[in-house]
């Protein structure tokens, strides 16, 4: 399984998915809680409309973002990558062991309030999605 996490220019997470400079991608063994391989994935456009496909075809499955629209979060599914929103700021190192760990601290999603994933169960599902692909 492979997780995204969108990134600054200065590698630091981006709290909106919209405002990624980057992503770095970490394969992880769940059952081990073990991370096997980590990368840098740099779209080669700015428009985040365009990342989905990019992502998926580095295999991501899951998208850990603070802030991301409805839209951003419906073209994602529409790839296969499954999103979790309302992740609190925090090294992307962490945020992936704190999901291996089933104990990823979430608050509200600043872009709509809501979040889902087929992942864990204590995430919710989506409800009042506005259409803004960037997010």
């Not at 998915?17 to 080669?44: C, L, N, S, T, W």
């Not at 073209?75 to 979790?84: I, T, Y």
């Not at 929103?85 to 979430?106: F, I």
Request: hydrophobic share 40%; net charge negative.
């Amino acid at each position: 399984m492979k997780i995204a996490i969108p990134l600054t220019e200065t590698d630091e997470f981006s709290s909106h998915y919209g405002a990624a400079a980057k992503f770095e991608v970490f394969e992880v063994d769940p059952a081990q809680r073990a991370v096997r391989r980590r990368m840098i994935v740099v779209p080669a456009e700015t428009e985040p409309c365009a990342w989905p496909p990019l992502l998926r075809a580095a295999g991501v499955n899951l998208l850990l973002a603070g802030g991301m629209g409805g839209g951003a979060r419906h073209r994602m599914a529409e790839h296969g990558v499954d999103v979790v929103t309302g992740v609190a700021a925090a090294a992307p190192e962490a945020l992936v062991a704190a999901w291996l760990e089933n104990r990823l601290v979430r608050g509200d999603n600043s872009c709509d309030g809501s979040g889902h994933s087929r992942y864990h169960p204590h995430v919710y599902p989506p409800g009042n999605e506005h259409c803004h692909c960037g997010g």
